[in-house]
């Protein structure tokens, strides 16, 4: 996988790359809630929905340390350029749920980017690589707020591309060790978090 990437900002507006955590409450516990809570109008529905929210949340955060051990990205930007949805289908009396995340490419200043005094723009993306030299490369701003790092696509002055890191779904997905365990935490939340939801309701604590 590539560590930067060059395009224009206009390419940029909407989320790329979709990593999915799949059969979450699979151990039975969505079952266990709509057997108990089969006397709740919209009981089991509510716990299932509470759950898998606090279970996307603890997975979103989960993946944003796991991931900073091995990109240089601080936890809080990755989380900014992340999004989680979730997912609740019921078909043939059996309800699955799953969590997809999409985000779109970070701007390379939001990783260990710096300009020397040379002019000079050296980039890490990847925590386990040295750091890149990339010439004719310069910061700039554009618009009111936004800085980045640009490169000019011919001879002339404009168009410039900006240089980008990798998406949030492509750090995720990128180390099989830190997506098992991403999908991991989000399913033991899941599991635990139901746990509650079911007592909640049943004594009353959720209306």
Known sequence: MSNVYS?????MKNAIGVYIT????????????????????????KAIGSA?????????AYAARAVSKYYTIKVTDFKQYT????????????????ISFRGRHIPLLKF???????????????RSSSAEVLAHVFRQKVGNQHIGVFERVSTSRYPIEEKYGPSTPQMMDANEDVSQAIGDKIRETF??????EILAIMNGWRR
């Open 22 to 45: 799949d059969d979450v409450g699979g151990s039975g516990a969505i079952a266990r809630a709509e057997l108990l809570l089969a006397g709740f109008p919209h009981g089991a529905e």
């Open 52 to 60: 898998i929210k606090r279970a996307a949340t603890s997975g979103e």
């Open 112 to 126: 260990n980017t710096k300009i020397g005094g040379d002019g000079l723009v050296r980039t890490q993306v990847k």
């Open 191 to 196: 599991d635990e978090r139901i746990e509650h």
């Open 83 to 98: 999004q989680s949805k979730r997912h609740i289908r019921t078909s043939a009396g059996q309800t699955e749920v799953d």
């Open 7 to 11: 395009m224009p900002r206009s390419e």
